[in-house]
């Protein structure tokens, strides 16, 4: 009787860690930010920029919160290294002429740390589960 009392809260354990990430899972598809209807390309930012229909771009990482002057928010991304205004000068396009606003915001060492946190945490859980299962 003593191993069927020590198993039911182990096997409750592992239901919970099954039930806990089938629903991050659901969480994380359904809050993705790039499943928005309002992203649009790079190029089509570019576009844009050239119509002079856009107030304000802000850069967080590569990530382009756009403010249309319209009033519209659009989402962009560019690809990881590249800088918004040297693609603007490779289209063509002279920042200083435009009346875009630009603003770039830096990550925090926080917001780096902490992201690295929430990337690894799920691993060393897991692993400590396993070494919890491997001792016992």
Do not use: C, H
Request: aromatic share 6%; proline share 4%.
């Amino acid at each position: 009787m003593n191993k069927n009392k020590s198993k039911l809260p182990r096997n409750g354990f592992v239901y919970l860690i099954i039930i806990s990430t089938v629903f991050a899972v659901i969480l994380s598809t359904v809050s993705n930010p790039f499943n928005m209807s309002n992203e649009i390309s790079v190029t089509e930012t570019l576009e844009m920029i050239q119509e002079g229909s856009i107030q304000e771009i802000l850069v967080e990482g590569e990530k382009l919160n756009i403010t249309t002057k319209d009033g519209s928010k659009l989402v962009s991304s560019k690809e990881p290294g590249s800088d918004l205004i040297e693609l603007m000068r490779n289209s063509g396009i002279d920042p200083l002429q435009t009346d875009v606003n630009i603003i770039i915001k830096g990550r925090s060492g926080w917001g780096t740390v902490i992201g690295l946190l929430f990337n690894f945490l799920p691993i060393i859980f897991f692993a400590g589960l396993m070494g919890q299962q491997i001792q016992t």
